[in-house]
């Protein structure tokens, strides 16, 4: 049996996940509230930390188990759950970047470049994407070629 999670976000954005475990904001009545062995408050933007912080003592009041995380705090892992933080259909192929950039924070929240395994989807937010090595990119255009619906880059392309 798989864990159940509720996923909190501050605010919702094209990409907020839709299922049932996915909520924007403070909790739901009793009745719109589901079983949940852990709740995720998701934080994408600096300047929802402060919300996402009250998210985890509003959500508290009914749950036990209450995570803080998402991207604004860094992704240093490497793993990727298709529809878990974002809808289903986005997929990402690496995390991090190896320049240094003075207006980017990349670096510093996510670390170098690695690669994450390849997951089906036709939404590819990874402008990281030429930076991979030839044998990498072959991998992620065959998963590409597997897609039913036609792909889009909304990420960016950047050398």
């Not at 402060?50 to 803080?68: C, H, M, P, S, T």
């Not at 044998?135 to 990420?155: L, P």
């Amino acid at each position: 049996m798989t864990k159940r999670i509720i996923r909190v976000f501050p605010r919702e954005t094209s990409m907020t996940p839709t299922d049932a475990y996915a909520f924007i904001g403070d909790p739901q009545f009793d009745i719109l509230r589901p079983e949940a062995e852990e709740v995720h408050v998701s934080v994408t933007f600096t300047w929802d930390i402060k919300e996402g912080q009250r998210l985890v003592e509003a959500w508290g009041q009914f749950y036990d188990n209450i995570k803080l995380g998402g991207p604004v705090f860094g992704c240093r892992d490497s793993t990727f759950t298709s529809g878990m933080y974002i809808n289903h259909g986005v997929t990402f192929t690496s995390r991090g970047c190896n320049r240094r950039c003075e207006f980017c924070l990349v670096p510093e929240r996510e670390g170098k470049l690695r690669l994450l395994p390849i997951v089906p989807g036709h939404i590819v937010q990874d402008k990281k994407l030429l930076q991979k090595g030839r044998e990498n990119m072959r991998k992620i255009f065959e998963k590409i070629r597997e897609q039913k619906r036609a792909i889009t880059f909304s990420g960016g392309i950047q050398s």
